[in-house]
């Protein structure tokens, strides 16, 4: 799997050097500087500093990347660390239209895809996204892909645009096109027969995705079995890391359907402990976990749970049925 990368500006302002840090076989780290050319989801490529020539690196070996961002830049990521989304958005719009690096254009798009998704805005997220795949197919930012993973109200436009992705020639549309459409009366089943082709696609993170997508019909028809549930944590197991936050938010689903409330808890909580990069997500799958231990007769450790979303989760719409909630369970 590829290493957690992090990516930090340079310390001096104006300083042209770009520094990356790789883990040698032995446990050591090794820093290069130079001009990094691009960095995509395979390698990335460095004009060395010493001598002027490129040479090219597995990203797997990465550890940590340094580079100096616009002011721009920096704002924007200021402001969505803080949950400023909309200001995000305006400073990150600013420094892509600034932007020339073909590689920090696509971080700033993933930057921007994050801030959509947390406003609701998952039609122009996934226009974004697809703009980073178009321009590296192999990007490390599908995580960040704007799938439904709960039930949402859709525009007139949002039909419009999926319909159109699930015609692309690329995976990762049809993915979101089916993705947007598997509960509509109209698209449904075109888009269910997406996610079984989809289903078993050679690129592992496409094809977990689409599996996990899948469930969503299960759940809303109530045929969720044992044995589905079983098959789903292990195929949850098979996928990429940054990749199971939704998934296991439709595991737990599964296990309240079938009247396991603990083992419920248990999967939801891996979102809001582990694979929190979705706030939205998180809240909800906090809220349904504080629930489900409330419902199993946990109800201290439900509140607990209900109160981290009033804080953790402040500023989305959960924090208000959180405290709802509160007020709600009897002592």
């Given amino acids: ?46 004009e060395m500093a010493s001598s002027g020539k490129q040479r090219s690196f597995d990203v797997g070996t990465i550890t940590k990347v340094e580079y100096t961002r616009s002011p721009n830049h920096e704002a924007g990521l200021e402001a969505l660390q803080a949950k400023r989304w909309d200001e995000a958005l305006r400073w990150l719009d600013l420094a892509l239209d600034q932007e020339l690096r073909r590689w920090v254009r696509r971080e700033i798009l993933a930057l921007e895809v994050q801030c959509l998704t947390q406003l609701g805005n998952y039609g122009a997220a996934g226009d974004k996204f697809l703009t980073i795949v178009e321009s590296d197919p192999d990007t490390f930012y599908y995580k960040h892909l704007p799938l ?11 039909i419009i645009r999926a319909r159109q992705w699930m015609e692309s020639p690329r995976a990762a549309a049809r993915l979101l096109g089916a993705s947007f459409l598997i509960n509509d009366p109209q698209q ?37 079995t044992d044995n589905d549930l079983r098959t789903w944590a292990g195929q949850i197991e098979s996928m990429p890391e940054g990749l199971r936050a ?26 809001p402990l582990v694979y929190d990069h979705d706030t939205q997500l998180a809240a909800r799958a906090c809220l349904e976990a504080a629930h489900a231990l409330i419902a199993a007769g946990q109800t201290k450790q439900g509140q607990t749970l209900l109160r981290e979303v009033t804080t953790r989760y402040a500023d989305t719409p959960y924090a208000g049925e959180a405290r709802a909630g509160l007020k709600d369970v009897v002592p």
């Fill in 1 to 46: 799997m590829i290493a957690t990368i992090l990516l930090v500006a340079a310390a001096a302002r104006g300083e042209e050097k770009d520094r990356v840090v790789f883990r040698q076989p032995n446990g050591a780290s090794i820093g290069i500087s130079g001009r990094i050319v691009d960095y995509n989801g395979q390698t990335i490529e460095i």
């Fill in 148 to 158: 439904l993973w709960t039930a949402r109200e859709l525009t007139p436009d949002d």
């Fill in 188 to 224: 449904g089943d075109s888009a269910a027969q997406v996610l079984r082709k989809l289903s078993s696609h050679p690129d592992s993170r496409i094809m977990g995705l689409a599996r996990g997508q899948s469930w969503r019909t299960k759940l809303r028809q109530g045929q969720v």
């Fill in 246 to 271: 939704g998934p296991y938010y439709l595991l737990g689903r599964g296990y309240l359907a079938t009247q396991h409330p603990l083992r419920a808890a248990q999967a939801f909580l891996w979102v």
